[in-house]
């Protein structure tokens, strides 16, 4: 049987002041992903996510809702 899981904000409607956001990554030339656990707003994880991407190049940074597991 299948979980199901809650997001944390409106999948739908995503404005700067939403809680319940990460910032996850990916290497653009692999297989090897991840994301930081640190729950922020969306804005803040938008904002975070592009001062890692201009540090890092060689990975893929974005704004990641969370979710929690409802079983």
């Given at each position: 049987?299948?979980?199901?899981?809650?997001?944390?904000?409106?999948?739908?409607?995503?404005?700067?002041?939403?809680?319940?956001?990460?910032?996850?990554?990916?290497?653009?030339?692999?297989?090897?992903?991840?994301?930081?656990?640190?729950?922020?707003?969306?804005?803040?994880?938008r904002?975070?996510?592009?001062?890692?991407?201009?540090?890092?190049?060689?990975?893929?940074?974005?704004?990641?809702m969370?979710?929690?597991?409802?079983?």
């Open positions: 049987m299948a979980g199901v899981y809650i997001n944390r904000a409106n999948p739908m409607l995503r404005q700067d002041g939403d809680k319940g956001y990460r910032v996850a990554w990916k290497l653009k030339y692999g297989f090897q992903k991840s994301r930081f656990d640190k729950e922020m707003t969306y804005g803040e994880a904002k975070q996510a592009a001062e890692l991407q201009a540090k890092e190049p060689e990975k893929v940074f974005w704004a990641e969370m979710m929690d597991p409802h079983f």
